[in-house]
């Protein structure tokens, strides 16, 4: 159940702020912004100095709210996935398919979303176990390849990162995207420390793409 609870919230929001940033306390910062503007589903990157630290600390932060869900992003391996799941990571995203990575969140059920670029790839993570999958990067393909993986893979959950703006993002939610995973655009304004225009950005990313479901 905590696996299916931890997908329909990440899926119910649409949005996942992708954060990558240059300290422990930028990344805090970040989040919490995001989530301030109605992103529920938070990807700390493990590019992130200390990035298990960031998940221990935001798990315990909103502990009490039942709607935002913490992961960890740019998870390599299976160990580096562990480590993130005894930090209260409750979804683990990856630039690319893993077997091993996929058994473990399998083991602890956890949701695994692993990077794909090719029908093949998507077929291998499926085959897995993987609910949905990464399409990265999204700025590769574009809204248009959505519809063209889906005719043989009707099936298939598809969020892309990378690629996805606020000109956009209704064309991915429109073409079959199940999310999106937002990080460059989203969290910029971070560098000269306007967290209030990431939550302003973030609101808009959840309006267009509950407005591209409604539409």
Known sequence: MKKIKALTKLLDC???AVVRADSKEEAINISEACVK?????IEVTFTVKDADVVIKELTS???????????AGTVLDAP???????????????????????KLCNLYQIPYMPGCMTITEMKQ??????DVVKLFPG?????????????????????PTGGVSLENVDQWIKN???????????VAPAKTGDFDKVTEMARLYVEKVQA???A
């Open 139 to 159: 700025s590769a393909f574009g809204p248009d390849f959505v519809k063209a993986v889906k005719a043989p893979l009707p099936q298939v959950n598809i969020m």
């Open 37 to 41: 503007g109605g992103i529920n589903g």
């Open 176 to 186: 079959g995207c199940v999310a999106v995973g937002v990080g460059g655009n989203l």
């Open 14 to 16: 649409g949005v996942v």
């Open 80 to 102: 580096t996935a562990r480590i993130a799941i005894l930090a209260g990571a409750q979804y683990i995203v990856s630039p690319s398919f893993d077997a091993e990575t996929a």
């Open 61 to 71: 932060f909103y502990e009490n709210n039942q709607e935002v869900v913490i992961g």
């Open 125 to 130: 993570a499926l085959e897995a176990g993987v």
């Open 212 to 214: 591209a479901r409604g």
